[in-house]
């Protein structure tokens, strides 16, 4: 039975932290996992089912428990790694938070009907368990790929404004 797409879409982002942590054992955040994935908050349940789904169906894993917040999920044994240098890891990183963070605006977008709000995406860190610098960097990269318009007003508050391409290429990122 071939995969739908949000199960590719949950695997590529087990693949990309297996690559990261090169170990079998992953600790993902759950608000990583789901942003990265591309599951809005509202529909959190979801990733559970397909959680179940890749390691009943497709054995690619073996175990997983969602413990304090934290996934702990063991990748089959047989499941392909990729090889990858620093560069690479950090790229991949990079594109992991990048589309956490576009999604964590869409799921607002969602929710508001309104592409314009202020949202203050570095209290985003805790949750994707990054620095407030990374997402800085990262809003910044998503500003000059054309994804939103974005700039910090007093007290750190984000005021945004995601453009079509926002909206509408989400799922490019990945």
């Given at each position: 039975?071939?995969?739908?797409?949000?199960?590719?879409?949950?695997?590529?982002?087990?693949?990309?932290a297996?690559?990261?942590?090169?170990?079998?054992?992953?600790?993902?955040?759950?608000?990583?996992?789901?942003?990265?994935s591309?599951?809005?908050?509202?529909?959190?349940?979801?990733?559970?089912?397909?959680l179940?789904?890749?390691?009943?169906?497709?054995?690619?894993?073996?175990?997983?428990?969602?413990?304090?917040?934290?996934?702990?999920?063991?990748?089959?044994?047989d499941?392909?790694?990729?090889?990858?240098s620093?560069?690479?890891?950090?790229?991949?990183?990079?594109?992991?938070?990048?589309?956490?963070?576009?999604?964590?605006?869409?799921?607002?977008?969602?929710?508001?009907?309104?592409?314009?709000?202020?949202?203050?995406?570095?209290?985003?860190?805790?949750?994707?368990?990054?620095?407030?610098?990374?997402i800085?960097?990262?809003?910044?990269?998503?500003?000059?790929?054309?994804?939103?318009e974005?700039?910090?007003?007093d007290?750190?508050?984000?005021?945004?404004?995601?453009?079509?391409?926002?909206?509408?290429?989400?799922?490019?990122?990945?």
């Amino acid at each position: 039975m071939p995969m739908n797409t949000l199960q590719r879409s949950v695997l590529t982002t087990l693949a990309e932290a297996w690559t990261l942590e090169e170990i079998s054992e992953l600790k993902i955040p759950h608000g990583r996992l789901l942003l990265a994935s591309g599951i809005r908050s509202t529909q959190a349940e979801v990733l559970s089912t397909t959680l179940s789904e890749l390691q009943e169906q497709y054995e690619v894993i073996e175990t997983w428990e969602l413990c304090c917040g934290i996934y702990h999920i063991q990748i089959a044994r047989d499941f392909p790694r990729v090889s990858s240098s620093a560069v690479d890891k950090e790229i991949i990183w990079r594109r992991q938070v990048r589309r956490a963070l576009l999604f964590k605006l869409y799921d607002i977008y969602c929710e508001r009907q309104d592409r314009y709000f202020a949202y203050p995406l570095v209290e985003a860190a805790p949750e994707l368990q990054v620095s407030k610098e990374e997402i800085r960097e990262q809003v910044q990269s998503l500003q000059d790929e054309y994804y939103l318009e974005y700039r910090l007003c007093d007290g750190g508050a984000c005021t945004s404004s995601l453009t079509a391409g926002g909206i509408g290429g989400r799922a490019r990122l990945s």
